[in-house]
């Protein structure tokens, strides 16, 4: 018991968060780049806003990737592809051809005078065709080739260029081929008779081979040529003073500068003192968020689970970005980063979202390329998301913040880039793609509430609607087996969501805690009186204390049927709280009015515990106030606010509502608000 008590006490809640605040700043402290970073922000097209920068050693000007793309695959279209002529194809074919001849002269009986000549004179026709060489189009390892195109021929060992359009392909060879033998069989009566008895095709094949280790060879001594910089910048040499506008060049210059920085590491003191600054840059975004959440949200630090919560989805943001950043191959804008703002606002709120957005878009940028450029996306695209997402209660509203982050990534960047390049024709419109895969993908958020709601324990309003429909299992049960428990807990559920609207809180989560707060009735609907219709009452066969003990039992029936139907906690809380500890009312005060009655007022009690926020606190005076109301006889402006009036008198008497955030401008707000909502349900005409 002591170990449980200890566990709950504020002293381990207070090692728990701090704890929880290290090891975070632990993680990041790992996932920031160990290489040193560049101290200049820049821009191209816009002015050196920093002190005039010598070049602090000798270093080389890095061509763009852009520029080396550019220059790759101009040189790439001056490599001339290898092929190889095949004899071995020609002599195998010519072989099969005169078989076949063979073949015919001794079937047809035909009588040829000089039939070594007319071989001569068909074979000649194949072998101009092979000579010259048949090429396979359209084949998968060869490179696309167009009219212009030209080639080396390998033959003996000897290569020779020769153009594309001089070359054969199998259908030019057939017709070649069929048109020089018809020519043939016009000029020579011996020939006519073999050359109509079989088909050129059949004995024209490719020769020529693309030959891939040679051409792959040739491409890599052709690359190795290829210069990845413009020259080198001589250390003392002045690169860029204050005022002066970053040209291209000198934007590239300043790229390599920050390239060779970050690179090198320097002598073992420069490394160490890397990662201090580490430290520090880590230590100080956490202390920020620490100690904002202590001055302006301090009801998170009392929750283990949401401040757990907010630091882990943090955390998994950075790591996912910075497994991005490492491949290289996708840019960073395609990592969907207003989720993690659109999560918190979903589970906690706006406010701490946008923070928590901001802190995590500082700590993402250090470790991005163009980090600045980064934070004037990300910010306000977080931001105004948030904005946008009062709360996630259907679905096109997450679509609508879809577009909106679109919108707001897209005009941004326009922005930036208009004020950087002073052109259209500047924008990287290819940007846009990755903006819009970026907000499409921000849709996983709506199948993230329900993986996180099953793993913290959260309840989102979407849950809350679905709990409150009232066809529901079981309030549906709770319909047909009590019917009047159901339209008690529906009265109150009105009562408690106006009210709470009027004083601040959240009334779906309000209005689901009313409708099951007597869901425990349902276990012996017939000992309520709302359910009882046949003018039988079974308690009059139980003794006072057994009919106490029944109808308290309701409370712990109640959170027993609640969680077997797997029903959040948060609604259960509604359960166990909507007596607190007040006495069982009638059987308490029956037994009270008797003399010289001892009485273990632990036995009338209920067992609670006592509301402790806004929402669970007006659930219990609407379900005072509801059914006491009904009892009363004469129903008119006095005696409501007469009852509204006693029923908050003795809740605060009784220290219900000791635990309660509530102000006296709260309490007078809703006993208002309660008074004109029972004087509307009983229909009563205010007197002026």
């Known amino acids: 018991m002591q170990k449980k008590n200890w566990f709950e006490s504020e002293s381990w809640h207070t090692i728990y968060t ?57 040189l790439l279209k001056t490599l001339i592809p290898y092929f190889i002529l095949h004899d071995s194809i020609e002599k195998r074919q010519i072989k099969e051809l005169s078989a076949k001849i063979d073949e015919i002269t001794f079937k047809e009986n035909t009588e040829i005078l000089y039939p070594r000549i007319v071989k001569s004179k068909v074979f000649t026709v194949f072998e101009k065709i092979y000579h010259t060489g048949i090429l396979e189009q359209g084949g998968s390892n060869s490179p696309p080739l167009s009219a212009g195109s030209e080639l080396l021929i390998v033959h003996n060992n000897l290569a020779k260029r020769i153009s594309f359009g001089q070359l054969y392909s199998l259908k030019s060879a057939y017709a070649e081929a069929n048109g020089a033998l018809e020519a043939l069989k016009n000029s020579d009566p011996d020939l006519k008779q073999i050359i109509g008895k079989f088909h ?19 491409k890599t001594k052709l690359l190795e040529n290829l210069s990845t910089t413009y020259g080198v910048v001589q250390e003392g040499e002045r690169i860029v003073s204050q005022g002066d506008v970053i040209s291209p060049r000198t934007f590239l210059i300043l790229e390599s500068l920050k390239s060779g920085v970050e690179k090198s590491r320097g002598d073992f003191t420069k490394y160490y003192l890397i990662i201090i600054g580490k430290a520090l840059f880590v230590s100080m975004l956490m202390l920020t968020l620490f100690l904002f959440v202590y001055n302006i949200r301090r009801k998170l630090l009392r929750s283990k689970r949401d401040i757990t919560f907010t630091l882990f989805m943090m955390v998994l943001m950075i790591l996912f970005c910075r497994i991005i950043v490492s491949t290289g191959n996708l840019p960073i804008y395609i990592v969907p980063f207003t989720a993690l703002a659109l999560i918190i606002r979903t589970f906690l709120d706006a406010r701490l979202a946008i923070f928590v957005n901001t802190i995590t878009a500082l700590i993402v940028g250090f470790m991005v390329p163009n980090g600045y450029e980064f934070l004037l996306l990300t910010i306000p695209a977080g931001s105004i998301a948030v904005i946008s997402q009062n709360n996630l209660q259907r679905r096109d509203q997450l679509i609508l913040t879809t577009l909106i982050i679109f919108f707001v990534y897209a005009f941004t960047y326009i922005g930036i880039s208009l004020i950087q390049e002073a052109n259209l024709a500047g924008v990287d419109w290819e940007m846009m793609k990755w903006f ?6 921000t849709l996983i958020t709506y199948l993230l509430v329900f993986v996180i709601e099953k793993s913290f324990g959260f309840v989102s309003d979407v849950t809350l609607i679905e709990l409150s429909y009232s066809n529901q299992k079981l309030l549906r049960k709770l319909a047909e087996e009590a019917p009047g428990t159901f339209q008690h807990s ?26 099951y707060h007597d869901i425990g009735k349902l276990i012996n609907p017939h000992y309520f009186i709302e359910n009882q219709n046949t003018g039988i009452n079974p308690h009059d066969q139980h003794t006072v204390e057994e009919s106490a003990a029944i109808i308290m039992n309701h409370v712990s029936n109640g959170v027993e049927l609640a969680k077997k139907h797997k029903i959040p906690e948060q609604i259960i809380d509604f359960i166990r709280t909507h007596h607190g500890t007040t006495a069982t009312g009638y059987y308490y005060i029956e037994l009270k009015n008797k003399p010289d009655q001892k009485i273990d007022e632990s036995l009338y009690s209920y067992p609670g515990p006592l509301p402790s926020t806004r929402e669970t606190a007006v659930v219990m005076l609407a379900d005072s106030l509801e059914a006491a109301s009904r009892s009363l006889d004469k129903k008119d402006n006095i005696t409501l606010k007469e009852l509204v009036d006693t029923i908050f008198e003795q809740k605060i008497n009784a220290g219900q509502l000791d635990d309660v955030p509530f102000t006296f401008k709260d309490i007078t707000l809703l006993k208002k608000i309660f008074l004109e909502k029972l004087l509307n349900i009983y229909h009563v005409r205010i007197t002026y």
């Open 18 to 74: 701090t704890s929880i605040f290290i090891f975070t700043a632990v993680v990041l402290f790992f996932a920031l780049p160990q290489e040193g970073r560049f101290r200049y922000e820049f821009q191209k097209g816009r002015p050196w806003m920093h002190s005039t920068l010598i070049a602090p050693f000798d270093f080389a000007i890095l061509k763009s990737e852009k520029g080396l793309k550019e220059e790759r695959d101009s």
């Open 200 to 218: 050129a095709e059949d004995y024209l094949a490719v020769n020529l081979v693309f030959d891939s280790d040679k051409s792959e060879t040739e």
């Open 436 to 441: 819009l895969i970026n907000a499409a993908l």
């Open 490 to 515: 529906l009265q109150v559920a009105n009562l408690a969501e106006e009210a709470i609207l009027t004083v601040g809180g959240n009334p779906l989560l309000v209005r689901a805690g009313a409708l």
